[in-house]
Nanobody, 130 residues
Framework: QVQLVESGGGLVQAGGSLRLSCAPS????????MGWFRQAPGKEREFVAT????????NYVDSVKGRFTISRDNAKNTVYLQMNSLKPEDTAVYYC???????????????????????WGQGTQVTVSS
């Protein structure tokens, strides 16, 4: 059974930092793009960041550019989201997602739609206080 397990969420003051981790189990996703999405109360799930299978290409939503960094360690089968200069509007449940067949060894990281991803984690809460 494939599972994506996120960790690292929590409560932080505005301006602070958190690092989220995503560790898949049941299979490796080293040849697929990986992404992070978030969903705030009453809002739709929103793309945050994605990284190509080899880690060479990344893509971010405009609102987090310059503050968030997505990375991956394929040897550890783990994906990270470093979040700096956090703002109250970053408060949401953050989800890790593993790319579907179209992302296999793709030289692109423009996978911003949820349908591009085949597996999802349960989410981790990030709360930023003002």
């Amino acid at each position: 059974q494939v599972q994506l397990v996120e960790s690292g969420g929590g409560l932080v003051q505005a301006g602070g930092s958190l690092r989220l981790s995503c560790a898949p189990s049941g299979r490796t996703f080293s040849s697929y793009a990986m992404g992070w999405f978030r969903q705030a109360p009453g809002k739709e799930r929103e793309f945050v960041a994605t990284i190509s299978w080899n880690g060479k290409i990344t893509n971010y939503v405009d609102s987090v550019k310059g503050r968030f960094t997505i990375s991956r360690d394929n040897a550890k089968n783990t994906v990270y989201l470093q979040m700096n200069s956090l703002k109250p509007e970053d408060t949401a449940v953050y989800y890790c997602a593993a790319g579907g067949a179209r992302t296999y060894r793709s030289g692109s990281a423009y996978y911003t739609a949820p349908y591009e991803y085949e597996y999802w984690g349960q989410g981790t809460q990030v709360t930023v206080s003002s």
